[in-house]
């Protein structure tokens, strides 16, 4: 047999594409290769890029600038682009860096074999198609190897909401959900393999409409049905969007034990006026309303969200708005950016902030949501959570998990394994974790 080929990626963007990384080399696996986690010794590198912000597909060209020298001393290197900018800017990748040999999109992964086959043949291929078929009934090859406790599952993909400043529909396509079944099976595969905790993934998650038995499931349906996996521990979701929190889902919240207290819930901004110009189809009070709603069901939920400040047009007025919103809602965790112009999507066209003047306004709702954010990981202190434990520590006998809340918890003196569940008293708080320790 020949040695085997290496296959180094870089994963980029959400966390879909975390998924969609171990897929294509669970794809690529069935032809040969293993990961390294070197670009250095790689027969093959792939990107899998996201295109959210300027930045962020920028990034891709420098890096891919750093591997001339690789290439030149190995010409039988293959470099790949997938996800989210191969998806945008397709031919373009090649042209504007020679280097690559091989563009996929997010929707054509299980095509990555025939690709890779051609590429080794020395043809530049490129597959950007929104193909009918299922990628992930054909992305098979699982091989049965150990995992850790923790696993995303891909259960819808794509959007059909189009928000004024944002590439995902066009990126990752129409809204599309995965049969019931197929995401169940792949749930007890990852339980036999070792996990305890899934997250659930959709661009649109709660917008889950995947056929079932008896017709078309939502998404706490879903959640009800993994609720019965035996050895399955956990469960969470992301991302969901404020106008799909249906009654049921926001009941399972306090009724379904396996679904964990944390929900992350995006908004966008605090402003009527630029909430409709981001054409988000929903206000700050009805938001507001829905967050009292989701916490009348489960209390003490953990409340996280995503910002965009600078949007275009966005007065002070407006910026205030949004601050007022944070105060109301009171984040545990929160995720802000200053917004990025790209090219295609309506907002692009629209009249620019001046870029000093957002980057202030960043700075003033991260401060905001930092000081909440640490007011919400204080009052864990006192209080018994259960953690579900990752990895081992940086001192001996230390273990790392996380709490139901999604706190990062270290415990000392810890005689747990990688994978257990305890009920640990959390001792104090530290600047970006808790500490506690075991109760017996
Ligand atoms: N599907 C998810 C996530 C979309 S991308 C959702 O609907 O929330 C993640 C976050 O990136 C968004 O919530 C938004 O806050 C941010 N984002 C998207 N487009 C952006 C842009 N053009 N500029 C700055 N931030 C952006
Ligand atoms: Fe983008 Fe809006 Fe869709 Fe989220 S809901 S992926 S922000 S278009
Ligand atoms: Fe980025 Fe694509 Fe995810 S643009 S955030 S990788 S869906």
Redesign the pocket.
């Known amino acids: 047999m020949s040695a085997p080929k290496k296959l180094f990626i870089k994963t980029y963007g959400?966390q879909m594409n975390v998924y969609d990384s171990e897929r294509m080399a669970e794809a690529l696996g069935g032809e040969g290769y293993v990961e390294t986690k070197s670009p250095d010794d790689a027969d093959m590198i792939l990107l899998n890029t996201c295109h959210?912000?300027e930045k962020a597909a920028e990034k891709v060209y420098s890096e891919l600038g750093r591997f001339k020298g690789l290439k030149a001393e190995k010409p039988d290197l293959k470099i790949g682009v997938a996800g989210c900018v191969a998806q945008a800017e397709g031919q373009e990748i090649m042209r504007r860096q020679p280097l690559v040999d091989l563009v996929v999109g997010p929707q054509s992964y299980h095509r990555l074999p025939e690709m890779e086959a051609k590429a080794r043949e020395g043809e530049k291929v490129l597959d950007t198609d929104f193909p009918e078929e299922d990628k992930f009934e054909k992305l098979k090859n699982r091989p049965k190897a150990k995992r850790g406790p923790t696993a995303f599952l891909t259960v819808q993909e794509g959007?059909d909401k189009f928000c004024a400043?944002?590439v995902?529909p066009y990126t990752r396509g129409a809204e599309v959900s995965r049969p019931a079944d197929r995401i169940l099976r792949e749930a007890q595969d990852l339980v036999e393999r070792g996990v305890r905790e899934i997250t659930l993934l959709g661009?649109?998650v709660n917008a889950y409409h995947g056929a079932g038995p008896n017709g078309d499931m939502t998404l706490a349906q879903l959640i009800w049905e993994l609720d019965k996996v035996d050895g399955l521990e956990r469960i969470r979701f992301t991302?969901s969007?404020p106008n799909d929190m249906q009654d049921d889902l926001i009941e399972a919240h306090g009724t379904c034990a396996k679904l964990m207290p944390y929900l992350h819930l995006?908004v966008?901004a605090g402003s009527d006026k630029i909430l409709k110009r981001m054409n988000r189809a929903h206000t700050a009070e009805s938001y507001l309303r829905l967050i009292e709603r989701i916490r009348a069901a489960r209390p003490d939920i953990l409340i996280s969200g995503?910002?965009?400040v600078g949007f275009p047009e966005e007065t002070e007025a407006d910026f205030q708005a949004t601050l007022d919103l944070v105060e109301g809602v009171k984040y545990g965790t929160a995720?802000s950016?200053?917004?990025?112009t790209?090219p295609g999507t309506p907002a692009a066209e629209r009249p620019q902030v001046d870029p000093k003047e957002a980057d202030d306004r960043l700075q003033r709702l991260q401060a905001l949501l930092t000081k909440q954010q640490r007011e919400v990981q204080d009052s864990m202190v006192g209080r018994d959570v259960t953690v579900l434990f990752e990895k081992a520590g940086r001192f001996p006998g230390q273990m790392v998990g996380k709490s139901d809340y999604l706190h990062a918890v270290h415990v000392a003196d810890c005689d747990r394994a990688i994978g257990d569940l305890a009920r640990v008293r959390i001792l104090s708080s530290g600047a970006n974790s808790l500490a506690g320790a075991l109760i017996d």
Do not use: G
């Open positions: 959400c959210i912000r959007c400043f944002c995902v661009q649109n991302t969007h995006p966008q995503d910002f965009i995720y950016f200053k917004y990025s790209r």
